[in-house]
Every structure is written in structure tokens, then in C-alpha cells.
């Protein structure tokens, strides 16, 4: 399966800026479905963005983070080439990981 | 640590011990209260913060202080969200030290939106996309050398984005 994570990190030879969408449905376990019985809520819990073997951003999320999320942020440093590890992981338990190239 | 007393130090020791386990329970309460406590909420889930209705309580929870309005914070939401299901929200600073940035929606269900951790050499901007009960306050925090630092906005909502 393709992975859930899209990320285009730009580095401006000073800072890089990295725009993610994830595929999520981030259930805030207060809709209900057609039948009428609510849908238990299911969103991520955290978010890492990971240059050079260290954390440059973290994101705790809460239901209410919209559907399918999306996240921007920038940070100094990352050349054209270099690696971006991006990981979530959810209210049950699953994650997905992805590396992005810098570009 | 010698002494002729016996029993004396062990006693001593105990008390000590009892000391600091009440000392870390006290910082577990207040995850942010001193400056390296940013390395604590490095890798754990605020679920406590998440899980509190007023914005007033989710900052106590998350950051065990209250924050100053301030107009070093820069909050862009629009005036009108005709989807409530995805409100376009970004934060920025120009405070230095910025080590968080969190956001809450003042009557969401739960306040608490989304809290970003901003590690030395990373920007205090953030953006992102929330979803929005109704018309509310929309509430930017930035931590920025220990202190909080705050602004507010109210975004009108047509169509509630929290189901109902």
C-alpha cells in the first residue's frame, strides 16, 4: 500500500520549509454514521519529523485536527538531498513511516 | 555518609527518598513548569491536556500556568468558516526561544486542539487545519523562554465541522 504520508520539504539553502498531508479519517468520536450509531474516535496522537538523528518538530494531536491533516512548518538547516523521517501514530495503536528526500 | 547512630542514616535516607518522590510527582503534575521539562514532553502524549473541556483547564493541564495576551503572537484564521470540518489556522512569533506553539478551540467538545513541540532551530510558525464546533475563540499559546504568551480570535462557523 501506498503510504499515507505525503511530505514536500523545500530547502531554501537556509531553511527548509516541509509541508505534510496524511491520509487519516481522525474521528473525533462524536459523529454519527448513517445508522445513527457513533463513530468510535479514531485520529493520530503524534506526529515526528526527524532530520540528521534528531527531532526538528512534534506534533500531539487531538480529535480535533480536520480529517486527512495537514501540517507546515520550517526549520534552519537540511540540504537538497538530505533525509526527512516522518512517523504518526494513532489513538489504536497503528503508525506509518515514510523518508522523504529534501529537495 | 558515616555515622555512629545506628539506624540513623537509613532513617535519613528514607526521608530523603520520600523528599524527591514527592518532588517528581509534583513535576509530574506540572509537566512545564521548569525550562528543561521540554525534554518531558518530548516523546509523551499530553493526554491529560487533551482530555479536559474548558481552554483555561487544558492550559493548566498542559503547561501548569496561565498565559499573558501578547501581540508577539500572530494567529491568521479566517473571520468566517463556512466548513467547520476544516478551519485553516496558522500561528507564528516573533518572541525568541520559542520551545511550543498549542492552539484550542474555546467550545470544542475538548479544547485542546493540537500542541507542537519547536526544538532549537526551528521556526514558531505553524500551520494547520482544525475542525470547529461553532462560533468560537480560537486561542494561539507560545511558550517562549518559560513564559506563555497568548492571542485570541473569534471565527464565525456556518456549518459545525464536530458532527452532532
Given amino acids: 500500500m501506498a503510504s499515507t504520508i505525503r511530505v514536500r520539504a523545500t530547502s531554501s539553502g537556509e531553511t527548509t520549509e516541509v509541508q505534510a498531508l496524511i491520509q487519516h479519517p481522525m474521528d473525533s468520536g462524536y459523529v454519527k454514521d448513517a445508522k445513527g450509531d457513533l463513530i468510535p474516535p479514531h485520529f493520530i496522537q503524534q506526529l515526528t519529523f526527524e532530520h540528521d538523528g534528531k527531532n526538528v518538530f512534534l506534533a500531539d494531536w487531538g480529535p480535533a485536527v480536520s480529517k486527512d491533516p495537514y501540517v507546515k512548518f520550517s526549520f534552519k538547516g537540511g540540504k537538497k538531498g538530505d533525509d526527512l523521517k516522518i512517523s504518526w501514530v494513532d489513538n489504536k495503536g497503528a503508525s506509518d513511516t515514510t523518508t522523504a528526500k529534501i529537495q | ?128 487545519r482544525l475542525k470547529m464546533a461553532k462560533t468560537t475563540n480560537v486561542i494561539a499559546i507560545v511558550e517562549a523562554g518559560g513564559k506563555l504568551y497568548s492571542t485570541a480570535k473569534e471565527v464565525k462557523v456556518t456549518v459545525g465541522g464536530c458532527g452532532g
Fill in chain 2, 1 to 128: 555518609m558515616t555515622t555512629t547512630h545506628d539506624g540513623f542514616p537509613a532513617t535519613r535516607r528514607l526521608m530523603l527518598k520520600g523528599a524527591a518522590s514527592v518532588a517528581l510527582i509534583g513535576l509530574g503534575n506540572l509537566p512545564f513548569s521548569v525550562a528543561p521539562a521540554f525534554a518531558a514532553a518530548n516523546d509523551k502524549y499530553p493526554e491529560d491536556a487533551f482530555k479536559q473541556k474548558s481552554d483555561a483547564d487544558a492550559v493548566k493541564a498542559l503547561y501548569g500556568k496561565t498565559a499573558e495576551p501578547s501581540d508577539k503572537v500572530k494567529m491568521d484564521a479566517p473571520e468566517i468558516a463556512e466548513n467547520g470540518a476544516v478551519v485553516p489556522i496558522s500561528v507564528s512569533s516573533t518572541l525568541e526561544n520559542v520551545t511550543s506553539i498549542s492552539i484550542l478551540v474555546a467550545e470544542n467538545p475538548n479544547a485542546l486542539a493540537a500542541f507542537y513541540l519547536i526544538p532549537a532551530g526551528t521556526l514558531p510558525s505553524v500551520a494547520n
